[in-house]
T-cell receptor
Framework: NAGVMQNPRHLVRRRGQEARLRCSPM?????VYWYRQLPEEGLKFMVY????????ESGMPKERFSAEFPKEGPSILRIQQVVRGDSAAYFC?????????FGPGTRLTVL | DAKTTQPTSMDCAEGRAANLPCNHS???????VYWYRQIHSQGPQYIIH???NNETNEMASLTITEDRKSSTLILPHATLRDTAVYYC?????????????FGGGTRLMVKP
């Protein structure tokens, strides 16, 4: 059973561009969480999704950030008009119910 | 979720037991204690969790005090590969708010 997969592993964008981060949960998992980790800090919750539904987006910035988890395909975290402060590691986790299993992360660098 | 307090860093000799403490004095009766670790820049790895009884699995043991205000994660024979940041998290198990809230964690350095 493959683990949680994230791609790309590294992403470089210039200010103003869009960043799309993908997360494929473990087989059979219908819950996906996105977290952001700034350098030298702990992970911070962003959003919690189930198939086709956003359950909790209390950690998402109000502008430029959006997330989806369609019926088919991976979950997508989309950042529009990136700024240097968006540079961070973005981790997703999937869960069948309670334990969360994390992917390897996507490291976003904004030039 | 209740807040947790952990030492910032700890050292442990290779082959010895590593005992990582965590205080969670405001934990409520329905909150579980979870432990995760993050090995340099990788995604966090689930270790163990418990409610009030001591728990053991292939990775570690978890002891929770009777009043549930503190717990200890025990790595019985630490290896160099156990060097990581260890996070103690208390959380409810269900509902929309069951995200993980990561604090600063304990940076464990296992030395030869």
């Amino acid at each position: 059973n493959a683990g949680v997969m994230q791609n790309p592993r590294h992403l470089v964008r210039r200010r103003g561009q869009e960043a799309r981060l993908r997360c494929s949960p473990m087989k059979g998992h219908s819950h996906v969480y996105w977290y952001r980790q700034l350098p030298e800090e702990g992970l911070k919750f962003m959003v919690y999704l189930q198939k086709e539904n956003i359950i909790d987006e209390s950690g998402m910035p109000k502008e430029r950030f959006s997330a989806e988890f369609p019926k088919e395909g991976p979950s997508i975290l989309r950042i529009q008009q990136v700024v240097r402060g968006d540079s961070a590691a973005y981790f997703c986790a999937s869960s069948p119910q309670n334990e969360q299993f994390f992917g390897p992360g996507t490291r976003l660098t904004v030039l | 979720d209740a807040k947790t307090t952990q030492p910032t860093s700890m050292d442990c000799a290779e082959g010895r037991a590593a005992n990582l403490p965590c205080n969670h004095s405001t934990i409520s009766g329905n909150e579980y204690v979870y432990w995760y670790r993050q090995i340099h820049s990788q995604g966090p790895q689930y270790i163990i969790h418990g409610l009030k009884n001591n728990e053991t699995n292939e990775m570690a043991s978890l002891t929770i005090t009777e009043d549930r205000k503190s717990s200890t994660l025990i790595l019985p024979h630490a290896t160099l590969r156990d060097t990581a940041v260890y996070y103690c998290i208390v959380r409810y198990l269900s509902g929309a708010g069951n995200m993980l809230t990561f604090g600063g964690g304990t940076r464990l350095m296992v030395k030869p």
